[in-house]
């Protein structure tokens, strides 16, 4: 396969794709999803050792787990808007800065309201990265792979939160200030990633948006042939047929309003189906099924084995059998899953057999609504609004995610651990009716092509 600078003009009407560049800035981006990775799991080690160190309430411990999303709303608002504005490569910078030192912030914290406080902020960097990284690979990603490079994303939040369990893990003997050191070690990931961000080139939709052709095109030329290039500049010029706009009132333009239902309805779902109850409170289901603490932990590391597993699956099928496919699988198997899991939890079965149903579960979910729901919120907002529009409905996301975790303690205390996924489990049958009705396939279309899909052209 030619490179795009070797490619003469004229020498083939075929797209070719120089594979190892496009790849290799994909993984590099996606580093943003393992800080996401990190810091959705490093509570479920560190809350065993918070609830002593500050003596937590389960109200205090649902506001301190939920502070994190808290943050992820605040820096998915202005991630929008900054990478609309100056590119997305300055978001991605800034995101990483934050979470580093954040990081640090949380592992030194005196007090819980320093440590509410250091998570919150922790929550702005992972919350910018969650909206940026998938966006950055959709936009640099040929619309053939685009769906396997965008669950890139998604494989290092597995592999966050695995290396991330089994450093909990190897670290849970170590006294009770085991979790300072779980908690600041997230600030290596961070700045490997602030220093491969540096080595990214800018989004060509981005520039083509602000009038950089000539970048755009240069950018272009280093992931593929000529046959890539001009057909995405082809595409890209049929869309921008006006000013750029980065107001978030164009997002409720009648043109735009049938993506950005989808795209927020599937981001709240993603979260109300309760599987993320299942990452953060591994210790408090499984110490209602009797298992003891090392027992707890070590299942967090199952957890994470099984979610990286069936993500890889996800990669390969997404591309092939398509999203939508996917998506109804998910919230259909989830829905059967979690009664299994109430029923089992409700009659105080052994914890084996409630590891089987959370690991079925967990399957389930990583090769379903995990990665796809963020594929299809990366590619189905229009070119000259999708920052400000994919911050929407990452924020609904985020906003969702809190309630989730926020609710989970005081229900578990109301009505038993078990009684939470009777309700997850009907959230799961309407977001399966949901996703029947409302969305659209997107595998094999270019971006643009999405956008008239979407807008009923």
């Known amino acids: ?231 995405t500049l082809a595409d890209m010029a049929a869309t921008l047929d006006g000013p750029v706009r980065q107001s978030y009132r164009q997002v409720l333009a009648r043109s735009v309003r049938p993506a950005v239902v989808v795209g927020v309805t599937l981001a709240v779902f993603q979260q109300l189906c309760g599987i993320n109850v299942v990452f953060n409170y591994t210790s408090t289901i499984f110490a209602a099924a009797g298992a003891d603490l090392n027992q707890q932990l070590l299942e967090t590391v199952g957890i994470g084995l099984v979610n990286l597993l069936f993500t890889l699956v996800a990669m390969v099928l997404v591309d092939r059998i398509g999203r939508r496919p996917l998506l109804l699988f998910g919230s259909l198997g989830l829905a059967v899953l979690y009664v299994v899991l109430a029923l089992l939890l409700q009659q105080h079965a052994a914890p084996g057999l409630v590891s089987v149903a959370v690991l079925a579960a967990i399957g389930t979910y990583g090769l379903s609504l995990a990665p796809v729901t963020w594929i299809v919120i990366s590619e189905i907002f229009p070119n000259h609004i999708r920052g400000v529009a994919t911050s929407v409905a990452t924020v609904a996301l985020w906003g969702s995610y809190f309630v989730l975790v926020f609710t989970f303690p005081v229900l578990a205390e109301a009505l038993g651990s078990y009684g939470p996924f009777y309700l997850y489990a009907g959230i799961c049958m309407l977001g399966f009716f949901f996703i029947r009705s409302k969305v659209k396939e997107t595998k094999g279309q270019t971006l643009e092509q999405v956008e008239r899909t979407f807008a009923g052209h």
């Open 1 to 231: 396969m030619q490179s795009a600078r070797t490619a003469p003009l004229g020498a083939s009407d075929s797209v070719a794709v120089n594979t190892p560049y496009v790849l290799g800035i994909s993984f590099i981006a996606a580093l943003g999803g393992y800080l996401f990775g990190f810091d959705f799991a490093v509570i479920s080690g560190a809350l065993p050792f918070l609830r002593s160190e500050f003596a937590l309430t389960a109200w205090w411990e649902g506001f301190l787990t939920g502070s994190l999303a808290l943050g992820c709303m605040v820096g998915c608002l202005g991630a929008g808007r900054l990478a609309d504005a100056y590119g997305r490569r300055p978001g991605l910078l800034l995101a990483a800065g934050i979470f580093a030192l954040s990081s640090l912030g949380m592992a030194g914290a005196a007090g819980l309201v320093s440590f509410v406080l250091m998570r919150f902020a922790a929550g702005i960097g992972v919350g910018m990265a969650s909206m940026l990284s998938p966006m950055y690979i959709a936009e640099i990603s040929p619309a053939n792979v685009r769906g396997r490079n965008v669950a890139i994303n998604q494989l290092t939040i597995v592999l966050g939160i695995l290396v991330t369990n089994l450093i909990n893990y190897a670290l849970s003997n170590n006294g009770p200030n085991a979790w300072r050191w779980m908690l600041g070690l997230g600030a290596v990931p961070a700045s490997l990633f602030l220093l491969g961000v540096l080595w990214l080139p800018e989004s060509p939709r981005w520039l083509a948006t602000h009038g950089q052709l000539a970048r755009a095109e240069a950018v272009l030329h280093k992931l593929g042939n000529v046959a890539l290039v001009r057909a």
